[in-house]
């Protein structure tokens, strides 16, 4: 069966330090990945999206930037972080029918 | 801009009190009405995908149906361990906000 991992679970940083989230997904092979933010009390926000290594798809203008440097390795940056990008950051795993498999998250706070 | 919008924002229910949620959608020429629940400080738990109008799909106390432009996602005889926030989301993976139920014993 399909897993999906994603670390750390909560992260604590500064603004204008550097951001690395990690989303793995083991069990299948050439999964379409995706990027998610989730503010308080709102919906899901898509960042970036990927149908294969080194293929990257970004829906809106920010500071983050994600790689797929592997097929089920899925990896979401920022230089510098600023206080909104806050929240609650979702990995999914995409099937060829569009249906999609979430990841724990990571709760990211930016002091 | 394609929108999915969900209501009633929060439902709270006493248990066996069914009720339905709401999630109209705008994209034309839908391919799959995706539906989610989704736990406090957990990722959404995928439920269900309709594909066209009447269809219908259900697990456990939950029934999923849809139209031409909107879902429904019926709670029948709800349990308090069917309290959460239910997500729908179209085939451009957008998302709506979200309905957050909570079901008291």
């Known amino acids: 069966s399909q897993t999906i991992h994603q670390w750390p679970a909560t992260l604590v940083q500064p603004v204008g330090s550097p951001l690395s989230l990690e989303c793995t997904v083991e069990g299948t092979s050439n999964p379409n990945l995706y990027w998610y933010r989730q503010a308080a009390g709102r919906g899901l926000q898509l960042l970036f999206y990927?149908?294969?290594?080194?293929?990257i798809s970004s829906e809106v203008p920010q500071n983050l930037s994600a790689s797929r440097p592997q097929d089920r390795q899925f990896i979401l940056s920022s230089k510098k972080l600023l206080l909104s990008d806050s929240g609650f950051y979702l990995c999914?795993?995409?099937?060829?029918?569009?249906?999609?498999?979430f990841g724990p998250g990571t709760r990211l706070t930016v002091t | 801009e394609d929108q999915v919008t969900q209501s009633p924002e929060a439902l709270r229910l006493q248990e066996g009190e069914s009720s339905s949620l709401n999630c109209s959608y705008t994209v034309s020429g839908l391919r799959g009405l995706f539906w989610y629940r989704q736990d406090p400080g957990k990722g959404p738990e995928f439920l269900f995908t309709l594909y066209s109008a009447g269809e219908e799909k259900e697990k456990e106390r939950l029934k999923a149906t849809l139209t031409k432009k909107e879902s429904f996602l019926h709670i029948t005889a709800p349990k308090p361990e069917d309290s959460a926030t239910y997500l729908c989301?179209?085939?451009?993976?957008?998302f709506g906000a979200g309905t957050t139920v909570t079901v008291r014993a």
């Open positions: 990927s149908v294969g290594i080194g293929q």
């Open positions: 989301r179209d085939y451009k993976l957008s």
């Open positions: 999914a795993w995409g099937t060829g029918k569009n249906e999609q498999y």
